[in-house]
């Protein structure tokens, strides 16, 4: 097995990012550095390590967490005292990983997994994989807003078109809206409002692909089942039958 794709199913990272552990130097095989892109590794028998700690392969784990506001989406304790999701996690036996990120202000729907090839594959446009959210806008609110936001708009010199757009309420100053990107730069949905000169006040993911937020709790997590696991990876490319592993609550 090449060596990337070993650390990616360990859920270390993507295969790309693999690639820049190798070529920095961090990996090694039987204790000796491997920095040779294409390498191979004997699962069974070769020790791998990234910065001298023992990499193995876990059993794939993905969940979903409905991330509060206020919350850093990071595994790491902050110096500057802000709370993180690690509040949340300390029963999930794997070490899962963010796909994606939520600002620090925004909440909803978080996708958490060990499995680094579909984690790349959901965050990373050409899979098209369509996260959905409900904004609040403030601002003074333009004739036919649906119209206009559904238009397009220059965002940092790139043209950029929501997937959809559904403007659910409006009255004077403020109003709620359904958004839809497939893509995920920073910040896209604020900078998309921003456009319009309207501010995002809250912003809520509800949806990544067919994993739906639903009616979980702030805080709360689940499992997502067999069905969530196998779309997802239809969708981005990863055959079905690729799932070795069963989901934990199948």
């Known amino acids: 097995m090449r060596l990337n794709r070993f650390l990616s199913e360990c859920g270390i990272t993507s295969r790309r990012k693999a690639d820049n552990l190798i070529k920095a130097g961090r990996i090694t095989v039987n204790g000796k550095v491997v920095s040779t892109l294409g390498s191979v590794v004997d699962e069974a028998a070769d020790r791998v390590a990234l910065d001298g700690k023992p990499v ?8 979903m967490l409905n991330k509060p506001p206020f919350y850093l989406t990071s595994l790491k304790s902050m110096e500057d005292g802000k709370k993180t999701i690690t509040s949340f996690l300390g029963d999930i036996e794997q070490r899962v990983y963010p796909v994606g990120r939520l600002d620090y202000d925004s909440e909803g729907l978080l996708i958490l997994t060990n499995d680094g090839e579909l984690a790349n594959r959901i965050h990373h446009p050409r899979y098209r994989v369509i996260k959905t959210y409900l904004a ?15 238009q397009g ?42 456009a319009f000169g309207l501010r995002v006040a809250r912003l809520k993911r509800i949806s ?43």
């Open 56 to 63: 193995r392969k876990e059993r794939k784990r993905y969940v």
């Open 136 to 150: 609040e806008v403030s601002g003074e609110m333009p004739d036919e807003l649906e119209t206009l936001i559904k």
């Open 153 to 194: 708009t220059e965002i940092e010199e790139r043209f950029t078109k929501p997937d959809s757009v559904s403007v659910l309420k409006v009255s004077p100053g403020r109003a709620r809206a359904s958004i839809s990107f497939h893509e995920g730069r920073k910040h896209i949905v604020k900078k998309y409002f921003e």
């Open 208 to 250: 990544c692909g067919n994993v739906r937020l639903g009616e979980l709790g702030k805080g709360k997590w689940r499992n997502l089942n067999p069905g969530e696991i196998r779309s997802l990876r239809k969708m981005t490319g990863l055959v079905p039958d690729d799932l070795k592993e069963k989901a934990p609550n199948e």
